[in-house]
């Protein structure tokens, strides 16, 4: 997919509305979704995970942050916010 990673996170809830997503899912979708990078896809120099990790945690951060996104009961879970149409 072309576009901004933020369109990409929202396009992954705005294509599964009624359902929650662990970080998990997120990554994995997300990782299916979009052309990352070779930078994005190595690890973190201090944690073992790849950097996009950190983009999309904070991708998520700023919608649930901007009412785009909420938590899920869950840690770790985010879904659409419940008033959006």
Partial sequence: MTGSMEETVKKIFRDRRAK???LQEIYRIFA???ALS???LENHP???QPN???EI?????KLVNEGYLEHGVERGTY???SSRD
């Fill in 52 to 54: 996009y990790y950190h």
């Fill in 46 to 48: 201090k944690y073992p």
């Fill in 32 to 34: 299916q979704s979009y």
């Fill in 79 to 81: 879904q659409l916010k």
């Fill in 57 to 61: 945690r904070s991708i998520i951060a």
């Fill in 20 to 22: 929650v997503l662990t």
């Fill in 38 to 40: 070779d930078h994005q």
